[in-house]
């Protein structure tokens, strides 16, 4: 049986967002070979730093001109900027999503980060990658306790992929890969507004980085861009 998608569930190309007014934070990691800098292209515009040898590279880029690279023996490379209430996802709607290829196949005892406000056992907010082999978004109600939505993936190396996860309006959580919805969960909870940096690549650990590379990573606020299946970006996310 066929599955009709809604068009509102498309992601956007190049052209337009509808939702730009909505994006906190858009990570296009374009650059040249090696740089360690890299630009917030919403219209929020946060300061990103990148600490510990964490790069650019044209090696291996999804969309435009680089990619960030996290690979290495360096476990605390990461990508960081200070605490927002752009990153407080509260009790509200959101996505936050990336393109990410394994140069590694993730350990089943370890953890990568793509995108989060996590680390030690307090004020803890929410996390998004890969936790002892399952692809998860964790989130914190107390900011000492830790929640879960997501279910057991391996990844093929050297291959890119959509990752999202999205909460709608009837507090469906839903995380994505390439489209397809990967696990759900009803989430009514407040997230609790974390005061720690918002990490790329790793947590507040510092030992947890993506074994790979990453690249258009996007966080919305407020909207639920996907809130079910959807056909995966085919383009750079648009800067307006």
Known sequence: MSMILSPYRFATGAGGDPY?????????????????????????????????????????????????????ADAA???YTADHADWNLGAGQFTIEAFVKFTALPDAGA???I??????SSNMGWFFGVVFGSFAFY????????????????PTIDTW?????DRDASNV?????????????????????STRALVLGNDENLDRS???????????????????????????????
């Not at 989130?139 to 391996?154: F, K, R």
Request: charged share 10%; hydrophobic share 35%; aromatic share 10%.
């Open 161 to 165: 992929y959509h990752l999202a996860v």
């Open 20 to 72: 730009w007014s909505s994006v906190k934070l858009l990570c296009h990691f374009d650059g040249t070979n090696g740089q360690t800098t890299t630009v917030d292209s919403s219209g929020a515009a946060h300061t990103l730093t990148m600490a510990n040898t964490a790069s650019l590279s044209t090696s291996s880029p999804k969309f435009g001109t680089a990619s960030l690279d996290i690979t290495g």
């Open 111 to 113: 953890v990568h980060g």
């Open 139 to 154: 989130y914190s109600t107390t900011g000492s306790d830790s929640n879960s939505v997501g279910t057991i993936w391996t």
């Open 210 to 240: 993506f074994a790979g590379y990453i690249d258009e990573l996007r966080i919305t606020k407020g909207v639920a861009r996907y809130a079910g299946a959807f056909t995966a970006p085919s383009a750079a996310f648009p800067n307006f």
């Open 173 to 193: 959580l839903r995380t994505y890969r390439d489209g397809g919805i990967h696990s759900s969960a009803t989430v009514a909870s407040t997230i609790f507004d």
């Open 115 to 120: 995108a989060s406000q996590f680390g030690g």
């Open 77 to 79: 490379k990461r990508v």
